[in-house]
């Protein structure tokens, strides 16, 4: 367990429907990452949040999907109207940056495995 | 275009034996690199990181090297054992981003 939790860790839905993620990070990390995985790949980034700013959005998928961290704390992920394309599994990450020059470990979820019928 | 290549067939080794992992890039310049090892169904766990001017690292039973001439870095197992059976992922951190490879599979036999 390395701190970060994910909620659900399983979902099913039907395509169309809208599904939201939920993460909770490191309660000390100002750094909170989404990633996309699919099977056999390694993690794809999707967006990261700065406590409550979003400081990167240009690699998420489309405009169905969308992120927030409003009190800079917990993360919601949402995926509006979805596809069978979307079934994956879903992977939160935080980590402490302190100095620009700090490097980045990062602590990873356990996820949450969509799947679209 | 910004590549990240681990072999994608999964390496079989013996029980003691030392696994070694490849990851090769094209068209990044990284200050650092990153390993991560991932159990089926879980999350990535972080194993180690090597600086652009660290030429090697160790932690316990793990070795990983960094040349950014042939922009290339290698990881490596020694004395392996069944537990260390898992995917391990190297990643690239570029943009406030992080990169990963595809992964290779390591099914370490008793």
């Given amino acids: 367990d390395t ?3 994910q909620d659900p860790r ?3 839905t039907k395509r169309g429907q809208n599904v939201t993620f939920r993460c909770d990070p490191i309660s000390e990390h100002n750094r909170l990452y989404w990633y996309r995985q699919t099977l ?3 993690p794809e980034f999707l967006t990261y949040f700065q406590n409550e700013a979003q400081l990167e959005k240009s690699r998420l998928l489309s405009d169905r999907f969308s992120a927030e961290r409003p009190k800079g ?3 919601t992920l949402e995926i509006q109207r979805t596809e069978q394309g979307d079934s994956a599994m879903y992977l939160c990450a935080s980590s402490l940056r302190i100095a620009a020059s700090s490097y980045n470990e990062q602590f990873f979820g356990p996820g949450t495995r969509l799947t679209v019928l | 275009s910004q590549k990240i290549e681990q072999n ?3 390496l079989n080794i013996q029980e003691g034996k030392t696994a070694t992992l490849t990851c090769n890039y094209t068209n990044y310049s990284p200050a650092y690199l990153q390993w991560y090892r991932q159990d089926p169904g879980r999350g990535p766990v972080f194993l180690l990181l090597i600086r652009e001017n660290e030429k ?3 932690k316990e039973r793990l070795k990983v090297t960094f040349d950014t001439t042939l922009k290339q870095s290698l990881f490596h197992i020694t004395a392996s054992q069944p537990a260390d059976s898992a995917t391990y992922l190297c990643a690239l951190e570029a943009g406030n981003m992080l990169t990963f490879g595809g992964g290779t599979r390591l099914m370490v036999k008793p």
């Fill in chain 1, 73 to 75: 704390s917990f993360s």
């Fill in chain 2, 8 to 10: 994608s067939e999964a």
């Fill in chain 2, 56 to 58: 090697e690292k160790r």
């Fill in chain 1, 10 to 12: 399983h979902k099913i």
């Fill in chain 1, 40 to 42: 056999g790949q390694g």
């Fill in chain 1, 3 to 5: 701190g970060v939790s």
